[in-house]
């Protein structure tokens, strides 16, 4: 097995390997959905384990016997089988059961049946309640809509595909990296690099800063410098999630010359540095002996 394949892909049950009859009862109503029995040979092909997890609160309802649940998933494991694992949770929302998805139950107890790592699963499903299943598990979550999947769960899914052929192959490829926020956490240079869109800010300030750059507040020199200079806060400050980066280096203008009206080049860096320089001094000189 290649090293970037997953330890196993888990299948919901209705609505991804098999047309959803809700509550089914009758093994003759079991149908493959289109592509399932290609897109689970090409994992076998691949020695790649598949199994099942599925959500059946018709035994917690009643409407379904667990010999009637059995007689189902044994027509299901005729027509597709053979699978490596079956987990199947029984009970219904209000039961508070670590297994009925989105709760990750049913996804650790088959990772531990396999002997694998559930970061190192993939789940294939029609609805959030897969995808989010799979995320709480640590797994990787692909959704593969149906008529009835909700536009929300569709826009809302981090990997989506059109039908199951497609999302083995998307399973069979490394997981994508997350896209990076719009926004990052103010860009401390001591933790970070810097906003992705903005060269990193040790260019720009030169080398690394010392630890006594953070003043007993816990800001950052260009920011104060940023504060100094009176800077107006530029609209995309009002970042990610509502946080609010500090203003750094990046943001403040050059000075510009007043009779030629041109910017002098490298007089933001210095301006800055100055001015950071000068806060440190000022700090370290108004700090009490006892802190030094
Ligand atoms: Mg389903
Ligand atoms: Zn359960």
Redesign the pocket.
């Known amino acids: 097995m290649g090293v970037d394949l997953p330890a196993a892909v888990l299948f919901d049950r209705d609505g991804t390997l098999v047309k959803d009859v809700p509550y089914n009862t009758d093994p003759a109503r079991v149908e493959p959905m289109p592509g399932a029995r290609a897109a689970l040979d090409r994992l076998r092909a691949a020695s790649v384990p598949v199994g099942v997890v599925t959500n059946q609160s018709g035994i917690a309802k009643g409407l379904i016997t667990p010999a009637q649940l059995d007689a189902v998933n044994r027509r299901v494991e005729d027509l597709l089988g053979p699978f490596a694992i079956w987990a199947v949770?029984?009970?219904d929302d209000g039961?508070g059961?670590?297994?009925?998805k989105p709760a990750p139950?049913l996804i650790l107890r088959a990772a531990a049946v396999l002997g694998i790592a559930p970061r190192d699963c993939v789940l294939i499903g029609d609805i959030a309640r897969d995808t989010r299943a799979a995320h709480a598990a640590g797994a990787r979550g692909i959704l593969v809509p149906t008529p009835e999947t909700l536009p929300a769960e569709v826009t809302s899914a981090t990997e989506v595909a059109a039908d199951l052929p497609l999302a083995v192959e998307m399973a069979l490829t490394p997981r994508p990296t997350p896209a990076p926020p719009t926004c990052p956490p103010c860009p401390d240079r001591k933790t970070a690099t810097g906003h992705p869109s903005r060269p990193p800010m040790t260019a720009t300030l030169g080398p690394p800063p010392s630890p006594d750059e953070h003043d007993l507040a816990g800001r950052h020199p260009c920011a104060d410098a940023a504060a100094v200079l009176d800077r107006p806060r530029f609209p995309d400050e009002q970042g990610f999630a509502g946080h609010s980066p500090s203003p750094c280096a990046e943001d403040i203008p050059d000075v510009v010359d007043p009779v030629t009206g041109r910017a002098e080049p490298g007089s933001r860096r210095r301006a800055v540095r100055a001015e950071a320089s000068r806060r440190r001094t000022a700090f370290r000189s108004s700090r009490s002996p006892g802190h030094a």
């Open positions: 949770c029984p009970h039961d059961c670590p297994c009925r139950g």
